[in-house]
Each structure stands twice: as structure tokens, then as C-alpha cells.
DNA sequence: CCTTCATTTCAATCTCTATTGAGATGTTGA
DNA sequence: TCAACATCTCAATAGAGATTGAAATGAAGG
């Protein structure tokens, strides 16, 4: 997903909120299938007018989805955007040399290996 | 880098002013030798007073450091704590899928790639 | 030593964002 | 249709962060 300055500040203001970067961890860890509403809300602490707040001011930087599935509201990530942002960060930084990012790469890598059995 | 949440809460809070987000990625660009605060003011469009104030709040979060250089002080991105924020964000993103996260990998790699030769 | 240049500090103002509690909306099963 | 449940909306308040311009600090060369 390419991204655009006003994006990627969207994003990055959206993951400054205490409450709102829990939301995401929890949801990257969650996967695809996502976590209803109130399943959040209970996890991270946060009242329901609260926690309405954050998960929209999350969709509306394109960081989450949602679905309504019966009485519930599924939120999951959306992976692209994150990588997207990634990408958008690191831009550039090789500069030729490959070796000043591949730390991040590796970094990257080693936690996605790390979730594998 | 290991990375605890309220130094990612820092960093993104950083990241999430747009000046301050030009400056890293200008930075990121720049490699390890960085650049002196006037030649970033010059480009970013801030005046001294602003580009100090973002400076020294880039630098409080552990984004950049700074030494000093006959009469310039000179700032260079700090890559462990961009490569520590990736893998903080992304911690446990798998579920023992790494196809779910590969994507994300993929693009840090990729924006490596095109800076080689 | 004194002037010049580069950068930082300070105080005042303004804008943006988070939180709270009450009420409204929409969905499901009896 | 009615009662319950899940989630969202709204308005008011309080707090944090950005910008400005002037003045202060600190290093370097004549």
C-alpha cells in the first residue's frame, strides 16, 4: 500500500494515544479474524464511549477494519497499512548500502519467525 | 532495541507533527552522517526557533542524536530506535502464520533493495 | 578580546485532542 | 412488538502540544 505524508501523519498521531496503540497490538497479535468491540474493551480498560472514540479515530487513519457480525462489531489491522507505513518511513535509507537498514529488516523478520512453532 | 511502550508512545507522538516527520525522513535519507540543523531548517522550511523545538523533542524521543561540529551541531537518525519501533509495533503479528506479516517484511526489504545499485 | 554566526531558551497565545456521562441508534430473540 | 444487549453520538470540560518573536548562550576567526 503506498502511502501519502498526510496518511502516514494520520497514522502515526492515531498510534500516540496510549489506549489506541494497545488497541493495535492487541489486534495484530488477535490476526485476520479480529476481536469485537467489547472483547477490546475489556482488554485494554476502556469505557464504551471511550473506546468508541479510539476504534473510529483507528479506521478513519485506515488502521483497522470492521465488519458487523449479529450484536457485534469485529474489528481486525490493516496489515497493508502497516506495512505501508513501514515502507513509507524507511525510505530512502540504503543510500546504496544496504547494511545501515538491514538491522531493521532483520528486526522485522526475527519477530514475525519468532511467532512461527 | 528493545522498546518499552512508553518509549513507542514517544516515538510516534514524535513521529505524528509533520515537520518533525520531514525531518526523520530527511534524516533517514541523509544516512549516518546526518546533517547540521541549518542545512534541515533550510530544507524542512522551519524557522530556528520551531526547528530547535522539534529537534530536541525528535532527540528526547530517541529518534536522533546530535554532536557538535566546529559551529554546527549536527543530527543523524537513530536507525536501532526506527528498527526497535518496527518490531515493537509488529511483536507477535504471526500467530504462527508468517504469511500473515510477510507482506510487511517484504516491503521494508524492497525499499532496501531500490536504494542499491 | 570582540564580533559574527549557529543554535537554543523563554513566555504568551492558540489550537487540537482526550475524557466524561447521558442519551440515541440499531440488532436480536421471546 | 417489546425488552435486552452492543455500540455509537453528542456537548462540555480540561489538558497537552505548536507557533511566534525576542533575547540568551556558546563556539570561532580576525
Known amino acids: 500500500m503506498k502511502m501519502t505524508e498526510a496518511q502516514a501523519l494520520a497514522a502515526f498521531s492515531a498510534l500516540s494515544q496510549e489506549t489506541r496503540l494497545r488497541i493495535i497490538r492487541l489486534l495484530v497479535t488477535a490476526g485476520p479474524d479480529g476481536l469485537a468491540a467489547g472483547a477490546i474493551g475489556e482488554t485494554v480498560g476502556a ?14 487513519a485506515g488502521l483497522v477494519q470492521s465488519r458487523r457480525e449479529a450484536r457485534s462489531i469485529i474489528y481486525s489491522v490493516a496489515y497493508p497499512a502497516l506495512s505501508g507505513l513501514v515502507a513509507f518511513l524507511m525510505r530512502d535509507c540504503c543510500q546504496g548500502h544496504p547494511a545501515i537498514c538491514g538491522p531493521a529488516v532483520a528486526a522485522l523478520a526475527d519477530c514475525c519467525a519468532a511467532g512461527s512453532p
Chains 1, 2 share one sequence.
Open 47 to 60: 469505557s464504551s464511549s471511550r473506546l468508541s472514540f479510539h476504534l473510529s479515530h483507528l479506521e478513519q
